[in-house]
């Protein structure tokens, strides 16, 4: 999962010659010891919203993940940065050829310059015969050279499309085929499954009469073993459950976004008036915690056997509410919105769906929708927890 769609993105609109260029510029500054925050600055000109948990990366760290090695921190830091606008590169020559342009010598010596320039008249008409031939002797050197180069750089890098100049029918047919599957490939993940209905039932055992909770469209689970038409779940550390195997999927669509651009729709296109700091500062905090920021909740669930849940306690603010599981925060709902799918979609295409919900993930969160009333409808900030 080392690519985002910034990068797929990144990829389909530069040429190679930019992308090698940039990759260039980055391993170029971490070879400088440069940290991830510092070449995120150096490159775009903006600090990253969040702090790398691994700001330190070796050159050899890049080269492996450019080789295809997977690396979280990196795959977050890529897909933000080629998201951004890439400033121009600033060598220091510029800076160093400033301080002898100062100099008076020269200004003061102007009249001379008229007498100099009518002896090298006189010496370039008295060396005419030899010079022209040196020059073109170098000039078809440099031309060899240039074209020696151009065709080994034309060899190298030609695909199957350069190779076959006159497949001009089959040449867009091939593109668009690939531009199709893209979007449609599928992101499958051997040991975790999401929720693909509306809600499931999560049972205490594998006879299923206890129920836990109620799982929503969208929530994530790691897998601890497949029985028939059952599949058992982690829930915590020492506690799993058991799920309907019909009512879930490990496959979804495409790949999962840079934390930062979710995390930047999210604080873009919801209610955040109530966040202090920023919304990753909320998830993981205690109960305490919150009764500190917000005072008690206006009500709580589960009451009175209403909505009943083994497993997590939800905290009312407003249109809002927390959902802490082990007394930490591990979502965030927003009742009240009016966001619908097509809109959900601006951040990225959907990777799980239905008429009434829909789901983006990135490498550390999801986006969960649940279409309420006509266009009201609930949106969820979780944690991905496994």
Known sequence: ?????????????????????????????????????????????????????????TVDEWNAFLAGKHHATLADFYGT??????LDEDGPLPD???????????????PEPKHRKKEKVIKSSRSKRPVPWGWIALLILCFLLGASGTYVYSTYFADSADTKPKATVEKPVTVEKTKEKK????????????????????????????????????????????KDGVTEIELSDDLTGY??????????????????????????NLDTSFVT??????????????????????RTYPVDGRYPDNIHQYWFYGNHFFILKDDKVAA????????????????APLQLETDTTGLVTSNSYRIQRFAKDGTVSRIRLAEQSF
Do not use: C
């Open 277 to 298: 700091g920023t919304l990753i500062d909320l998830i993981g905090k205690s109960g305490e915690e919150l009764n500190s920021l917000y005072g008690p909740p206006d």
């Open 81 to 86: 940065l080629v998201a951004r606008p890439i």
């Open 243 to 268: 799920i309907k195997t019909s009512d879930t999927t490990k496959r979804l669509e495409g790949e999962p976004l840079a934390d930062e651009t979710l995390l930047t729709w999210a604080n873009d």
């Open 96 to 110: 160093e050829e400033k301080e002898p342009l100062p100099t008076l010598s020269r200004s003061q010596r102007e």
């Open 183 to 226: 979007p449609k490939a599928a992101t499958t993940v051997e040991d975790v499954l999401y929720v693909k209905t509306r809600s499931s039932n999560i049972y205490g055992e594998e006879a299923m009469t206890t129920l836990l909770y109620e799982a929503d469209f969208g929530d994530g689970y790691r897998i601890i073993k497949k």
């Open 1 to 57: 999962m080392h690519r985002s769609l910034q990068a797929l993105q990144f990829y389909t609109s530069h040429s190679k010659e930019d992308i090698a260029r940039l990759h260039e510029r980055i391993r170029s500054s971490l070879a400088s010891t440069e940290s991830l925050t510092d070449t995120m600055i150096r490159i775009t000109g903006q600090p990253p919203l969040i702090p790398y948990d691994e700001d330190a990366v």
């Open 332 to 347: 965030i709902d927003w009742m009240e919105t009016s966001i619908t799918n097509e809109h959900l979609a601006s951040l």
